[in-house]
Every structure is written in structure tokens, then in C-alpha cells.
């Protein structure tokens, strides 16, 4: 394995959140990712409002022992009026509105009902970076 500087750690996850367009989505139903699910086992949400968000910035990598780390400004989704009811039991990121599956995360909180119409949910983005192997 190769071993990161901590300065290795910072130039490389700052170089690669440059050259990609990171989106942001929810998903209504349980989803293992110990498994590496492929994207057509995860459930979007769906409400008439509902749209991915792109990750439109990255804050400067820091480290965080052991690794680098950035984040993005909070992204909010409010349910809005129509479609069916449901839970929003994490997110996930792509590259770009419908690429490649990068990554997600259960809510460690639990699902977020999304059932009226002023119901939110809010995720702050956020990529961390190790070692390469």
C-alpha cells in the first residue's frame, strides 16, 4: 500500500473534486452498502418536486486524522404537495445527474418521514480520502 502524506492526502482529494460533477440523491427504501449495490437496486425518491442536486462546491481539503477531508454547502429537499408519501432513509452520490453510482450513506438517525407537504431533509455533503492500495 502506499503511504499519503497528509499534504499527498490533501492534493489528491482537492484535485479530484475538481475534475468531477458530483450529484446528490435520496433513497426511500433500505439499502446495504457492505454489498456494493448497483445503481438499479436503490430506490430514488420520487415526490413531483423532488430533483438530484449537484455538489456545486467543495471546500478546500483539511485533514481530519487519518484522512483529508472536504465539505459542501448543505443541500435541503422539502417534499412539496402530490406523490406518494415515504421515508428517506439516506443519500447517495453519482457522477454527474444519472452516472455512475460513487457512493451513499444510511441516515445513521434513522428515515425521514416525507409526508406533508413542508417536510424536509437536509444533507451536507461531505468525501473523505485514506491510503491508495
Known amino acids: 500500500m502506499l503511504h499519503l502524506t497528509d499534504s499527498g492526502k490533501i492534493y489528491f482529494l482537492n484535485n479530484l473534486l475538481s475534475q468531477i460533477h458530483i450529484y446528490c440523491h435520496l433513497y426511500v427504501s433500505p439499502v446495504n452498502w457492505a ?21 456545486a462546491y467543495w471546500s478546500p481539503a483539511v485533514i481530519r486524522p487519518p484522512l483529508a477531508s472536504s465539505w459542501s454547502d448543505w443541500l435541503l429537499w422539502v417534499r412539496g404537495t ?50 491508495l492500495a
Open 35 to 55: 454489498e456494493d449495490p448497483p445503481i438499479s437496486d436503490i430506490v430514488e425518491a420520487s415526490w413531483p418536486d423532488y430533483r438530484p442536486q449537484a455538489v
Open 82 to 131: 402530490g406523490g406518494m408519501a415515504a421515508q428517506v432513509y439516506g443519500y447517495y452520490y453519482t457522477a454527474g445527474p444519472a452516472g455512475l453510482l460513487l457512493g451513499g450513506e444510511a441516515r445513521p438517525q434513522g428515515p425521514v418521514p416525507m409526508m406533508a407537504a413542508t417536510d424536509r431533509v437536509q444533507v451536507v455533503p461531505s468525501l473523505s480520502l485514506g491510503e
